[in-house]
T-cell receptor, first 113, second 113 residues
Framework: GENVEQHPSTLSVQEGDSAVIKCTYSDSASNYFPWYKQELGKRPQLIIDIRSNVGEKKDQRIAVTLNKTAKHFSLHITETQPEDSAVYFCAPRGSGGYNKLIFGAGTRLAVHP | NAGVTQTPKFQVLKTGQSMTLQCAQDMNHNSMYWYRQDPGMGLRLIYYSASEGTTDKGEVPNGYNVSRLNKREFSLRLESAAPSQTSVYFC????????????FGPGTRLLVL
C-alpha cells in the first residue's frame, strides 16, 4: 500500500518567518494531494490541495508545490502567525480505492510571537 | 447547516463491552468515512462508504463493523471493545466522484479500560 512520510515532525518558527513541510509518498498513481490542519482538540480541516496536472497552487499565505517525478509535495506558509500553530497532515489519495486518503503522521508547527 | 455531527463526544467502556458510534451529515454527501487517530500518528481509515448501500474496508477494519443506514447516517460498531481500541474516532464525508474534499466531524474520544 501507499507509504507516506512527513518531515519534519516538529517545526518551531518565529512569527513572520516562513515554514515548509515536505511529504513523500510511494504510490506513483496518486493523483490528489491535500493538506489538512488540525488545531489542538479540533477536527482536521482542509487548507489547500493540488491535483497531479498542476505543479503549484497558492492561496494567500499558503502554497503547495508538487514534484510527481520525485513523488513529493510540500506545504509552504509565509509570514507565519501564532494562529498557524497546529498539526499539519498531508494525505495523498492512494490508487487502491475510492477517494481513500492516506494520512502522514503529522508535523507540529509552533509559531512564537 | 450542522455539517458532520458525531455522538457521543466521549465514552468510557470496559473490555468486552459493545457500543455504536453515530455519525450524520446534512450536506447531501454521497461518501462517508470512519477514521481513528492515535497519539503521534495520522488518521487511519477504518471503513468507508462510497455511496448509500455500499461499505468497504479501509486500513484497520479488524474489530469494527459499520452500517450505512441511509444517505445521511453512517455508524461504527465495536462488538467487543479492547484497550487497543482506545482512540479518537473521526467521521468524515465528501460529495463523491470528483469532489474529493473530506469534511470531518468533531470526533469521539473513546477510552477502553
Amino acid at each position: 500500500g501507499e507509504n507516506v512520510e512527513q518531515h519534519p515532525s516538529t517545526l518551531s518558527v518565529q512569527e513572520g518567518d516562513s515554514a515548509v513541510i515536505k511529504c513523500t509518498y510511494s504510490d506513483s498513481a496518486s493523483n490528489y494531494f491535500p493538506w489538512y490542519k488540525q488545531e489542538l482538540g479540533k477536527r482536521p480541516q482542509l487548507i489547500i490541495d493540488i491535483r497531479s496536472n498542476v505543479g503549484e497552487k497558492k492561496d494567500q499565505r499558503i502554497a503547495v508545490t508538487l514534484n510527481k517525478t520525485a513523488k513529493h509535495f510540500s506545504l509552504h506558509i509565509t509570514e507565519t502567525q501564532p494562529e498557524d500553530s497546529a498539526v499539519y497532515f498531508c494525505a495523498p489519495r492512494g490508487s487502491g480505492g475510492y477517494n481513500k486518503l492516506i494520512f502522514g503522521a503529522g508535523t507540529r508547527l509552533a509559531v512564537h510571537p | 447547516n450542522a455539517g458532520v455531527t458525531q455522538t457521543p463526544k466521549f465514552q468510557v467502556l470496559k473490555t468486552g463491552q459493545s457500543m455504536t458510534l453515530q455519525c450524520a451529515q446534512d450536506m447531501n454527501h454521497n461518501s462517508m468515512y470512519w477514521y481513528r487517530q492515535d497519539p503521534g500518528m495520522g488518521l487511519r481509515l477504518i471503513y468507508y462508504s462510497a455511496s448509500e448501500g455500499t461499505t468497504d474496508k479501509g486500513e484497520v477494519p479488524n474489530g469494527y463493523n459499520v452500517s450505512r443506514l441511509n444517505k445521511r447516517e453512517f455508524s461504527l460498531r465495536l462488538e467487543s471493545a479492547a484497550p487497543s481500541q482506545t482512540s479518537v474516532y473521526f467521521c468524515a464525508s465528501s460529495e463523491g466522484t470528483s469532489r474529493e474534499t473530506q469534511y470531518f466531524g468533531p470526533g469521539t474520544r473513546l477510552l477502553v479500560l
